[in-house]
């Protein structure tokens, strides 16, 4: 099973972005500020996502519990 995980931008260069927690990616020419949430796929940013679906995503995975 894979999860994906919004990533929040600090920094954007010029076709590439850092993520806060230092993931490295290129744009795929998305037009992305710093702050914005991205979902990154390989290396490369897929989709902006809307900061409180990121949040709300970010929250669940701390309270996920699995059962055996």
């Known amino acids: 099973m894979c999860f994906a995980i919004p990533k929040k931008i600090k920094t954007v260069l010029?076709?590439?972005i850092l993520t806060t927690d230092g993931v490295t990616?290129?744009?795929g020419g998305l037009t992305l500020q710093p702050g914005q949430?991205?979902?990154i796929f390989g290396n490369m940013?897929?989709?902006k996502i809307p900061e409180k679906q990121a949040a709300?995503?970010?929250s669940h995975?701390?309270?996920?519990?699995f059962r055996s």
């Open 14 to 16: 010029k076709d590439t």
């Open 25 to 27: 990616a290129k744009k």
């Open 37 to 39: 949430y991205v979902m």
């Open 45 to 47: 940013v897929v989709e």
């Open 56 to 58: 709300q995503a970010i």
């Open 61 to 65: 995975i701390g309270s996920s519990t």
